[in-house]
C-alpha cells in the first residue's frame, strides 16, 4: 500500500478550506444592505441618516448598527431593540454620544434628545 505525504493531502484540502472561509471573511451584504451578519459588531457603519422619533413606524433602512446623540445636553431616548418588541428608554444619555445599539424604531414617547442620527 502507498502512503500519501502530508504536503499532498494538505494541498489537496486548500480549496475545500478556502471555500468556506472565503464567503465568511468577505461579508456578504445583509436583506438591509449592511456588510456581515446581523450580528456583526466590529464593522463600521457605512451610512447616517436623521432620525425622526414615532410610535408607529420603524426606521426605513431598518435595525441601526448605532444610533448617536447629537444633543448638547444629556437627555432620554427610547428605542425598541432589533429582537425585541416592547420599548425600553435610555435615560441620561451624554450630548456626543454614540451608542452601539441595533434599534429597530425610535419611540417618540419618553425621547427628548435632539439631533440623533442612526448609522447603518
Not at 468556506?20 to 457603519?45: F, K
Amino acid at each position: 500500500m502507498k502512503t500519501i505525504p502530508a504536503m499532498l493531502v494538505a494541498a489537496a484540502l486548500l480549496p475545500a478550506i478556502f471555500a468556506v472561509l472565503v464567503p465568511t471573511v468577505l461579508l456578504p451584504a445583509t436583506a438591509y444592505g449592511q456588510a456581515g451578519p446581523p450580528g456583526e459588531v466590529i464593522n463600521q457603519a457605512r451610512k447616517a441618516l436623521a432620525v425622526t422619533p414615532s410610535d408607529t413606524v420603524d426606521l426605513t433602512l431598518g435595525p441601526t448598527r448605532g444610533l448617536y446623540n447629537g444633543g448638547a445636553a444629556a437627555c432620554a431616548i427610547a428605542v425598541i431593540l432589533a429582537d425585541d418588541t416592547a420599548a425600553v428608554t435610555l435615560s441620561n444619555v451624554p450630548g456626543g454620544t454614540f451608542m452601539p445599539i441595533r434599534a429597530k424604531r425610535v419611540m417618540a414617547t419618553n425621547t427628548v434628545c435632539t439631533g440623533i442620527v442612526g448609522l447603518w
